[in-house]
């Protein structure tokens, strides 16, 4: 028997596409290549997948929608496209920065570890060959299906070139045990491969400003804010910015001598490099214990600052609090959440 249909007209990019009764907007839009961003996959932790809803809104909110929307979002209409089912026919928006979202191949130019358990990769782009992007975009790569499975996935990798790199970007993938994207960039992938990721998504959008810009990363946290960093210095920023980098040993380090020589270099830029259980062999320049009480002792007054956070949600919820009660506005918090 032949489903229901419904008819989803995207009121700001002029062009309708056809759903299933019952499919979620978020498939309705994957399938019709309609990019829409993703960190967790179309599972309802990310809350980045937003679209705004005129009509035909009648699937009810979800606890999800309830965590991750503000009340103003609700009342605008935003749902999470994850999260929304499609029971008629609806008339939706896209968020902007998704109206230059495409699909891209590239090259496997370079490959190589930056620490114990991440592996760079550097892509040369080939179709498009340039990519406009702000500092700190993530990409979603396809990941093909492993043998025997029909099952094609997308992973999302922040960038950790600066915008001006428009030809060729660099990720840092860390590996994780069961992981399929990261099992495939660290056990498959070879210079010369060609994969497919849609993009740019995201990104720092207030990287011009003047104010003092703290930015916290975990682990491979640090590609977004690697991005924005170079992106600082080749601009000739100068802004305050303090980073702080944790990890929880020595061996989960990367990119310190580059951080230390934008330190040397960059107008007041100040480098935290944090370790958790440091070991014997710690440099005198590395911090022992967790990054948050290295916030907690190094930021006395964040009233008029920016703050960047990269990592695990109990990470950023623990700097979104220490922020706070130094007086950041939440307005002036920018989140990019692990999953
Ligand atoms: S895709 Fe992550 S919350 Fe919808």
Not at 25 to 53: E, M, S
Request: include cysteine.
């Amino acid at each position: 028997m032949k489903s229901e249909t419904f008819n989803i007209n995207l009121v700001n990019v002029g062009k309708s596409i056809t759903a299933a009764a019952g499919d979620t907007l978020f498939k309705a839009l994957h399938d019709a290549n309609i990019f829409i961003p993703t960190v967790c996959g179309g599972k309802g932790f990310c809350g980045k997948c937003k679209v705004k809803v005129f009509s035909g809104n009648k699937s009810s909110l979800t606890d999800s929608e309830k965590k991750k929307l503000s009340s103003d979002e609700v009342a605008e209409g935003w749902r999470m496209s994850c999260q929304a089912v499609v029971e008629s026919d609806m008339d939706i928006e896209l968020p902007d920065d998704t109206k230059n979202v495409r699909l891209y191949t590239a090259e496997v130019i370079a490959l190589g570890m930056v620490c114990r358990e991440t592996r760079r990769v550097r892509l040369r782009l080939l179709a498009p060959a340039e990519m406009e992007y702000l500092p700190g975009a993530f990409i979603l790569l396809d990941i093909p299906p492993a043998a025997g499975s029909r099952l094609a996935l997308s992973r999302a990798y922040s960038i950790a070139t600066p915008p001006s790199s428009v030809n060729e970007i660099e990720l840092n993938v860390k590996h994780v045990p069961e992981g399929k994207g990261s099992g495939f960039v660290h056990d498959v992938l070879k210079p010369g491969d060609k994969v497919t990721f849609s993009a740019p998504y995201s990104g720092y959008p207030r990287s011009s400003d003047e104010n003092e810009l703290i930015c916290v990363a975990g682990g491979s946290g640090i590609s977004p804010v690697l991005s924005i960093l170079r992106h600082l210095k080749e601009t000739e920023s100068r802004r305050k910015i303090k980073f702080f980098f944790g990890v929880r040993t020595c061996d989960d380090l990367q990119y310190i001598s580059e951080l230390r020589t934008l330190e040397k270099s960059m107008h007041a830029f100040e480098f935290f490099s944090v370790v958790e259980f440091p070991g014997e062999n710690t440099s005198k320049d590395t911090i022992a214990g967790r990054v948050t009480d290295a916030v907690i002792r190094s930021v006395e007054d964040a009233s008029g600052c920016s703050a960047y956070l990269c990592g695990s949600q109990g990470l950023l919820e623990a700097c979104r609090t220490i922020l706070l009660e130094r007086g950041i506005s939440e307005d002036d918090i920018f989140y990019d959440q692990f999953f």
